[in-house]
Nanobody, 122 residues
């Protein structure tokens, strides 16, 4: 599965960005999609992810500020980021985990995009 992120950039604290992730047709229904990020010297963490139940979970640090959405007509996943903080600075990755039979649970293995850099200055 090829995932292509875009929309990163440099903003000041309190600003907003919208990340996009282009995916192949039919991907959203067959995969558990999500956004992850990795800051220098830190482990990659989930920011907004769809779980086995199909619901979106957000990291506590971004709740109320970030919103994940998708547009299947455009085959695109979005991450709307508001009230950005310097600690949001990271490389952001789009990811897709195959839904596995018989219960459509999300695989532990993911496909990753190349990432898009978000830098928030104070």
């Amino acid at each position: 599965v090829q995932l292509v992120e875009s929309g990163g950039g440099s903003v000041q604290s309190g600003g907003s960005l919208r990340l996009s992730c282009a995916y192949p047709p039919y991907t959203y229904s067959r995969y558990c999609m999500g956004w992850f990020r990795q800051a220098p010297g830190k482990e990659r963490e989930g920011v907004a992810t769809i779980g086995n139940d199909g619901m979106t979970s957000y990291a506590d640090s971004v709740k109320g500020r970030f919103t994940m959405s998708h547009d299947n007509a455009k085959n695109t996943l979005y991450l709307e980021m508001n009230a950005l903080k310097p600690e949001d600075t990271a490389m952001y990755y789009c990811a897709a985990a195959l839904r596995t039979l018989p219960y459509d649970y999300c695989s532990n293995s993911r496909y990753w995009g190349q990432g898009t850099q978000v830098t928030v200055s104070s």
